[in-house]
């Protein structure tokens, strides 16, 4: 056991100068130059619109007899939704069918007088103008039986009118109006029936992103972007999104563009009215070399960064720059993947002196 420690004693007296050196070097933080996913990503707030949205409204006056749906609920196109009582519409159809039946006789009646005026006037048994009396109050009965027909058809689409039936499937809200109320065509909204799957988000998007995006390639024909949903609990959209609209001018009011995504929604998940958030970024991901900006210093003639060699030396090297991505500079010139390059610490080192470089925590988004 002595000779353990008197082994270990001498170990650490001889790198005590190794140990002393390397605390005497000035502490860097250092990264290794890689490739990254540089793809251009835009944040818009948004608010989440209904596909369809239908205002049942009454077309004819009565008392609501029925009402057969449940508020909050799914209905489907021509579902049964109000009943308003069809006993005076249906007195009014009787009425139209008995004027179009008379209609009918009196233009049996005037035609046959017409037939045997047409035999008289051959055998000059008649004038002229009685011939042409007759014919005019033949023509003067077929106009009234257009009339009862157009009474009959009337009454009957007033009838139909009585049953008011869901134009498309979606989910109904509250009803307005309760059995035995008194509606009428001036009465407001019944209830309102929104198809929910799938849903619009509407973007108003500033004119300065929106020609930064277009820079990229945004359009509504080819569409090479991808919006995702990001929802209220920072969560993302399992489904991706559809471009299918894109105004082609700008609001005067408000400096913005008009832009629709539509979102499938088959679960319900998302309903209109809703805040969120779209990411917009291109289909094809654009992988570059990419350098934190920490890095990057400017003097009077261009970008440098610091580079740490094998030996732990500072070597100054000029770098050709593209576009900024997320925190990040892309490196079009001047750098190689698998070197070092300092990102904190700059201000403690000079060219040619050697450091202590210790690795960045890379966090788990990078």
Sequence with gaps: ????????????????????????????????????????????????????????????????????????????????????????????????????????????????????????????????????????????????????????DNANLNLSYTDIKSPIDGRIGIANFSVGNLISPNTTTLATVVTTDPVYVELNISEKVMLEARRNGLNSEEAPNKPTLVLSDGSTYSEPGTFTFISPEVNRNTDTLLIRVSFPNKQGLLLPGEFVQVQIEKKNQQVSVAIPQSAVQKNKDNYYVLVIDKENKVEVRPVQLGRQQQGQWEVKAGLVIGERIIVEGLQKVRPGAEVNPVDQIKSSKQ
């Design 1 to 152: 056991m002595q000779r353990y420690f008197k082994n270990l004693f001498f170990a650490f007296i001889l790198l005590s100068p190794a140990l002393s050196q390397a605390n005497k070097l000035p502490g860097v933080v250092v990264t290794t130059v890689e490739q990254s996913d540089l793809t251009p990503v835009f944040h818009v707030v948004g608010r989440i619109e209904a596909t369809e949205r239908i205002e049942l409204l009454p077309r004819v006056s009565g008392y609501i007899e029925e009402r057969l749906f449940i508020e909050g609920g799914r209905v489907t196109k021509d579902q049964l939704l109000f009943r308003i009582e069809k006993a005076p519409y249906k007195i009014a159809l009787q009425q139209a069918q008995a004027d179009l039946a008379g209609a009918k006789a009196g233009l049996k009646n005037a035609e046959a007088e017409l037939t045997r005026m047409k035999q008289l006037r051959k055998k000059a048994a008649v004038s002229k103008s009685d011939l042409e009396l007759a014919e005019a109050n033949r023509d003067q009965n077929k106009a009234q039986v257009m009339l009862a027909q157009a009474g009959l």
